[in-house]
């Protein structure tokens, strides 16, 4: 494919900018003028408003030492009254003219900014509070009954003096004022001049400005616009060829997309099938694992019935073991009757002895003797039945023991087999839970693969049919081809 771009030239200006980055900057530059402008005429503005703030502040500050002045004036009046007639008017008046007097003082304070009137200022309070000290020590003078020495020290006060100082700083304090007047003012003219002539420049320049760079971007829209037009025309062929061979080889991709799409259905049956062939074994090492469940459970319960009958042959030897001792004590009571039995026949033995002896009088015992020996002999020959019998009973044990004991070990030996078959079942139990669990992760693995091979092959199907539409938008792209070189050459014509 012919790679056209290489002759197609940039869509930018000489000077490596966009047009567009020319008709925005364009637009910008009285913009940036206008809003400079605005800039500076906002600061002049802001100037103005300043001077009118400074103005209000200092005709309040005019106000404020027109009320000082009448305070200053009531304290004199106020005192001079209260010396020639001791009234509560008076003092009422000279307490009210004080406290104004200190609160204009403290506003006063708070407005000036000019060092020069703070310090007349401070001058000011000073002499007032001489005032307030003289007239202060009049009116207590005359409280006491002083009356008349009151009246002598005020004509001894130099009240003109004070008068003429009061005179003199507040009248510093206006041609200050005037100045800052005045300085305000002289600020305010020139603001205003100052913006008048700035907003006539900057709306001159503006307009100036805007008219050459629209000039220039018109020129140079109309030159590179005859540059793109030629470049359109040129590049036009070269797209159609390309498109051609765009659209041939679109042509066989489709047809490969189809031969994988027939492979993939294929490649899907398979994984279908092994996923049933996968369930089937899983369904089968399921059924052998619950086998195996069912032999653990009966080899269990065979284990709990050895270790049941263990326990009842452990139990039987212990009947046993004590029927031994209990046969024992049998034989051990059976010689005790043998030897009794023997004694008595050896008593009645001698009983014969002495009967004899006694002649008649002893027969009767003599027949009592022999039936005593009698009795001793039947006993003794019942002791040695007993001990005979106990004989055999005690042989009958000792097998009984020893087909206990056998006993006991085959049970242990059948506890030891069954215990390792136990064990055998769960490891085989384990094993098979394990062949269950990969049977079902390979089932679960194809199942995916099945799954992803659906969608492998949803997706050839959709690449099919987007090689379809894509061939289609070639044709529509040749077409749109053709009217772009149409379109080029009117641009060029009306350019």
Known sequence: MQNFSESTPSLTTESGFRLRNWIIGGFAVPIVLSVASSVV??????????????????????DLMGDLGFDIQTISRATRGYLLKKSQISLNSYTDAVDGANVTLQELKDLLVDEQQKQTLAEIETTINKLKVTDQSLIDLVNQGKVEEAIAQWDVQDGRAQTEKFAELFKAFKEREKDLLKEDADKAKAATQQLVWLTLGSTVLTVLISGLIAIWIVQTTTRRLNSTASTLAASTSQIAATVEEQERTITQQAASVSETTTTMDELGASSRQSAQQAEAASDAAQQALNLADSGTQAVDQALDGMNMLKTKVGAI????????EQTGQIGNISQLVSDLANQTNMLALNA????????????????????????????????????????????????????????????????VITQSTATTFNDMANTLNNVVLNNQQISLNIKQQATAIAQVVEAMNTINQGARETTNGIRQTKQGTQQLRDMAVFLKTIV
């Open 41 to 62: 005429i906002w600061g002049n503005i802001e100037t103005v408003r300043s001077t009118e703030a400074n103005v209000e502040q200092e005709a309040k500050v005019t």
């Open 317 to 324: 030897a212990a009947q046993i073991l004590h029927l031994s």
């Open 352 to 415: 014969a002895v002495e009967a004899v002896r006694a002649g008649e009088h002893g027969k009767g015992f003599s027949v009592v003797a022999a039936e005593i020996r009698k009795l001793a002999d039947q006993s003794k020959q019942s002791a040695q039945k007993i001990n005979d019998l106990v004989t055999d009973i005690q042989t009958a044990i000792n097998s009984t023991v020893m087909v206990t004991d056998e006993g006991t070990k085959t049970v242990e030996s059948s506890v």
